[in-house]
């Protein structure tokens, strides 16, 4: 499941990127910036709509998943598109 749903986020951001050119000139910037939105909806609007039990956020905690939803998700997904839509071009 949680691979379905990285997917979809990689194709919004890869649909977003075809319309908005600073995706793909900037990608550490604007995948760093993606990460965190992905990170703050998928906390505050996906995960509570699942059974899944919230554990207490202690600031550790934050500061993993933070860095695990910027330097290992959106980032990557921001090269990745960058090298993709550069290609097509």
Not at 41 to 70: E, F, S
Not at 82 to 88: G, M, N, Q, T, Y
């Amino acid at each position: 499941m949680h691979l379905a749903v990285s997917l979809v986020w990689a194709s919004i951001y890869v649909l977003a990127s075809r319309r908005i050119p600073d995706l793909v000139r900037h990608p550490v910037v604007c995948g760093t910036i993606f990460g965190v939105v992905v990170m703050a909806v998928m906390r505050v609007d996906v995960v509570p709509l699942g059974a899944a039990a919230q554990p207490l956020l202690r600031p550790v905690t934050l500061l993993i998943q933070l860095v695990a939803h910027t330097a290992f998700f959106g980032i990557p997904v921001a090269l990745v598109a960058r090298r993709v839509l550069r290609a097509r071009a």
